[in-house]
């Protein structure tokens, strides 16, 4: 998994909102070449190509939200360190001192989804990790409490489009 900052005018490119992003072949190699020191023209150029590449590729369906209250926080928090965690809304609402209800409606107000949508965001975004670096479909979708390969790969195409095997498929493996 890469991450790359950006500056300038190579944001105005860009979406506003982080995003996963497919990297293509041409996209890689531009990263890599961006990563060794080159004449300011050279960098410039591969910016410009970067950017143009870069807003092609964004899937916004694996988006995350980062959340602002306090308790929202600590769900957060708890499930980005296991998303497997299968605990229900009504077990957060009672560890965090409020009702169900209040939590759903804060889900629905900062992430724009509900918590059941926020907890499969965090799992696919976590499986996106695992699969890049090469880790077995079933250990995946056991570990992030997909109950099988099958409900992942499904869930998965829902989310991206194409199954787990073909997100990736065409892609060299990182220098």
Sequence with gaps: MLSVYCRGSVLRRLPEAPGVVAVSGLLRECIFALEKAAPRSRRVSLAILFSQEVSVEIAPSLFVPQLRSSRLRKIET????????????????????????TLARAF??????????????????????????GEPITNIALDLSFGSASNFIRMFRQATGVTPGKYFQGQPKRR
């Design 78 to 101: 708890a499930l980005s360190r296991e998303p497997g965690n299968d605990k229900p809304l009504s077990e957060w609402a009672s560890e965090l001192g409020a009702s169900s209800r």
């Design 108 to 133: 629905e107000r900062e992430a724009n989804m509900t918590f059941t949508d926020y907890r499969k965001q965090v799992r696919l975004r976590a499986a996106l990790v695992r699969l890049a670096e």
